[in-house]
């Protein structure tokens, strides 16, 4: 089988990319694929017995069959839970997308079946002064994944985000609603699904309800793969 990979973004930070991205992974594996994920460069940790830990990576890293390690899921890891040119700032080092670059390659390389890249917040982060995660999306010409996350304000950022996705020239492979709050009522949120289905020119691949317990396994009941891997 041909070996499929996809930069995953979204319309804002915390709009469910990692959730999103864990319950693919989980539904590739569980359809018999080889799978792999990249989180370039993560901000945030917690410490645990094993050291300071970001839940991204983490969460990533559990979805990766065969396994890998935390470090090449994730090879730069800041304390800050901000921006990573700001995290990157305050631990004293410098972000660029020639130097994120070789570590995503690996995993590419391995070219297992189904692999996600994960960036952080939205399209246009920045990495440092004059790049942004966009930048590197493009540098790897891998096909997009928009999570958008479904709240009020979401359809001014979703279709923000579309034109920039456009604009980079990247194929858009697919779209994800999820909702990351309570709908105010359902019949609200028919009518933001209905224009977003409207107006984003690729597929859809789920409607994700605010779940209790956005476990992979329970999100990927929402999703499907079909317009990822073709028919
Ligand atoms: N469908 C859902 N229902 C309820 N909670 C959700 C849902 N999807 C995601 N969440 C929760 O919302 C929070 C943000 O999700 P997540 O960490 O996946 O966002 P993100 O877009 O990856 O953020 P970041 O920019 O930090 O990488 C998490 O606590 C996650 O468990
Ligand atoms: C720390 C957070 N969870 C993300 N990893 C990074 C979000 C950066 C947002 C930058 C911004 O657009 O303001
Ligand atoms: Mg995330």
Not at 73 to 78: E, Q, R, S
Not at 201 to 207: K, N, S, T, V
């Amino acid at each position: 089988m041909s070996s499929f990979a996809f930069f995953v973004t979204g319309t804002d930070t915390e709009v469910g990319k990692t959730a999103v991205s864990c319950a693919l992974l989980y539904k590739a594996h569980q359809q018999g694929l080889t799978t792999a994920a990249s989180k370039p460069v993560a901000c945030g940790t917690e410490m645990t017995a094993e050291g300071p830990r970001n839940e991204d990576a983490v969460a990533l890293h559990q979805q990766c069959h065969p396994s890998l390690t935390l470090e090449e899921i994730n090879p730069v890891l800041f304390d800050a839970p901000t921006s990573p040119h700001i995290a990157a700032a305050e631990a004293g080092a410098t972000l660029s997308v020639e130097r994120m670059l070789p570590p995503i390659r690996e995993i590419l390389a391995l070219r297992r079946q189904f692999t996600l890249v994960e960036g952080a917040g939205g399209w246009y982060v920045p990495i440092n002064d004059h790049e942004d995660l966009s930048d590197v999306a493009i540098a790897l010409d891998l096909p997009l994944i928009l999570v958008v996350g479904i709240k009020l304000g979401a359809l001014n950022h979703a279709f923000l985000t579309y034109e920039a996705l456009k604009r980079s020239g990247l194929p858009i492979a697919g779209w994800v609603a999820n909702s990351v709050t309570p709908p105010p009522s359902e019949h609200c949120l028919d009518q933001y699904l209905d224009i977003l289905h409207r107006r984003l020119e690729a597929p859809c691949l789920g409607i994700v309800p605010f779940m209790d317990n956005p476990q992979p396994e329970a999100i990927a009941q929402h999703l499907d793969l079909t317009p990822l891997l073709g028919a």
